[in-house]
């Protein structure tokens, strides 16, 4: 099953900048497994905005809710889902 999926991330102005960049490397080396496994085939920033338009292809929802809230940055993500289907007229 195919997710469109947004992340606009909102870090709190006020972290600290060890543990910001912490919260970082470990987001980073997360989204690499994800995508290494291929359940992330696509990750896009979005121009200008602190936010990303990814790809998930998950066997459920509840798998894709479960890789989701596995991200180190899900607390501080507004995260919307598009469930993708076959178009007619793709060839
Ligand atoms: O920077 C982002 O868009 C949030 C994010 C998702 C995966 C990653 O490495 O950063």
């Known amino acids: 099953m195919l997710f469109h999926v947004r992340m606009d991330v909102h870090l709190p102005p006020d972290l600290d900048p060890d543990a910001r960049a912490t919260l970082l490397a470990r987001e980073r ?9 291929g359940v992330w085939p696509e990750l896009w920033r979005i ?16 798998d894709l809710h479960d890789i989701l809230s596995s991200l180190p940055l899900f607390p501080y ?7 993708l ?5 793709k060839v």
Not at 47 to 62: L, P, R, W
Not at 77 to 83: A, D, G, L, R, S
């Open 77 to 83: 993500m507004k995260i919307q889902v598009t469930p």
């Open 47 to 62: 121009v200008g905005e602190y936010a990303n338009i990814s790809i998930f292809d998950v066997s459920s929802n509840d």
């Open 29 to 37: 080396d997360r989204a690499v497994e994800l995508q290494q496994s």
């Open 85 to 89: 289907a076959q178009h007619p007229s």
